[in-house]
């Protein structure tokens, strides 16, 4: 899978979190950044995380991981810097990129790979998009290497929604388990509710 890449996005400010870092949140014993790293580098693709700087928290949590660190000053731009750097640094060959949001923590190693796999099963070059059980969309979502252009011509907060909604055409999608696609954890209240359901589901 060398030649697909996965894009981590973790320079944003986690604001909503009211001073605490939802990125660097233990989860398993591991912040969650690096828990989702991890995941990304068992798939064998090529994994790159954006941050806010080199001597961020955020980059030291993912210390000794075999993945491409690429620091974002102009983050507070949103979400759209993170993904024109992340595109711009990518190695050169890529076929495809997956953005794999950081702070999902219900997403497996499996549940990339069955979006990597149906990219490659596909006749010809398809968006990939997760969505729940109930075919709610959701995260994460892959695009082939001839959505890059697009990507690093983003700007906002709105992610690469508007590449996404460009391209329904040739977009499949691929459903996870229960709601592992839809999961994120953003705020304070957001982490409590969900921990507690993992202390119920234990």
Excluded: Y
Aim: hydrophobic share 45%; aromatic share 4%; with cysteine.
């Amino acid at each position: 899978m060398q030649n697909i890449a996965i894009l981590i996005p973790a320079a944003g400010a986690s604001s909503r979190m009211r001073g605490r870092d939802k990125l660097i949140e233990e989860v398993d014993g591991l912040p969650l950044l690096r828990r989702q790293a991890k995941r990304a580098i068992f798939t064998g693709a090529h994994v790159t995380v954006t941050v806010p700087s080199h001597d961020h928290p955020r980059a030291k949590a993912l210390a000794g991981l075999p993945v491409q660190l690429i620091a974002v000053p102009d983050a507070a731009l949103g979400m759209s810097s993170s993904l024109r750097r992340g595109v711009s640094f990518l190695p050169r060959g890529m076929r495809a990129l997956m953005i794999l949001p950081a702070d999902m923590p219900e997403i497996e190693t499996t549940d990339i790979v069955a979006l990597i796999d149906s990219f490659r099963a596909s006749p010809f070059p398809m968006l990939q998009q997760a969505t729940a059980a109930d075919g709610t969309p959701g995260h994460p979502v892959l695009f082939p290497a001839d959505c890059f252009p697009a990507l690093q011509q983003l700007n906002g907060d709105k992610g690469a929604r508007q590449v996404l909604e460009a391209n329904q055409h040739r977009l499949r999608k691929v459903a996870l388990p229960g709601e592992r696609a839809l999961t994120d954890l953003d705020t304070p209240e957001a982490w409590d509710a969900w921990r507690d359901a993992q202390k119920l589901s234990a």
